[in-house]
């Protein structure tokens, strides 16, 4: 049974950095062809894909804040940690991680999802 | 990027009415890279199609994909009350993967 989990704070004051860490079970980050994505999703708004980490550590972030994003993974520890720099009242949203189904040549649907970790960023 | 524009909005049907969504992309996502994903309030979202047709496992056969290049539809043959949600499509064939903004199917 494959489970994900998020957790970290619920607020960070602007400027801060939100460290946010996906504990999963049911699948091996060490396998080959397994990835774990972040994805956001504003109050009422739609969804937004973050990052991605594969199995042989590569990594892809969003073009547009990539300079704001990192992603790692403790394979020991079936973790994967999302960093977000520099953060705005406009980053206030739920945050998934969530275990990658399939790709394309460039890009991945999600075939499950954690419960997701509401992060305020507010003074 | 790929931007994915739903319609309508919301859908205003009754339980055993059949619902169709769509799912219109700025460009093709090639044949079959597009996920539909329902989402009901409170909860994460649930993969229901990939690859534009295929159900996810465990998803209930009322449940369809159809589409390819730019025009893509959800159908639910007979709408369950547990079928009122928010329903997203994702394109997966172009860089960033994109979300939809969403469509509502909410009870008349």
């Known amino acids: 049974q494959v489970t994900l989990k998020e957790s970290g704070p619920a607020l960070v004051k602007p400027t801060q950095t939100l460290t946010l860490t996906c504990t999963f079970s049911?699948?091996?980050?060490?396998?080959?062809?397994?990835?774990v994505s972040w994805i956001r999703q504003p109050p009422g708004k739609a969804l937004e894909w973050l990052a991605r980490?594969?199995?042989?550590?590569?990594?892809f972030y969003k073009t547009s804040l990539k300079t704001r994003l990192t992603i790692s993974k403790d394979t020991s520890k079936n973790q994967v940690v999302l960093t977000v720099t520099n953060m705005d009242p406009v980053d206030t949203a739920t945050y998934y991680c969530?275990?990658?189904?399939?790709?394309?040549?460039?890009?991945?649907?999600?075939?499950?999802w954690g419960q997701g970790a509401l992060v305020t960023v507010s003074s | 990027e790929i931007v994915l524009t739903q319609s309508p909005g919301t859908l205003s049907l009754s339980p055993g009415d059949r619902a169709t969504l769509s799912c219109r992309a700025s460009?093709?996502?090639?044949?079959?890279?597009l996920a539909w994903y329902q989402q009901k309030p409170g909860q994460a979202p649930r993969l229901l199609i990939y690859?534009?047709?295929s159900r996810a496992t465990g998803i209930p056969d009322r449940f369809s994909g159809s589409g390819s290049g730019t025009d893509f539809t959800l159908t639910i043959s007979r709408l369950e009350p547990e079928d009122f949600a928010v329903y997203y499509c994702?394109?997966?064939?172009?860089?960033?993967?994109?979300f939809g903004q969403g469509t509502k199917v909410e009870i008349k």
């Open positions: 049911g699948f091996s980050l060490s396998t080959s062809g397994m990835r």
């Open positions: 460009q093709s996502v090639g044949s079959t890279y």
């Open positions: 994702q394109q997966y064939g172009g860089s960033p993967q994109t």
């Open positions: 980490i594969d199995w042989d550590d590569d990594k």
């Open positions: 969530a275990r990658i189904g399939g790709c394309s040549r460039t890009s991945c649907y999600i075939d499950y």
């Open positions: 690859g534009a047709s």
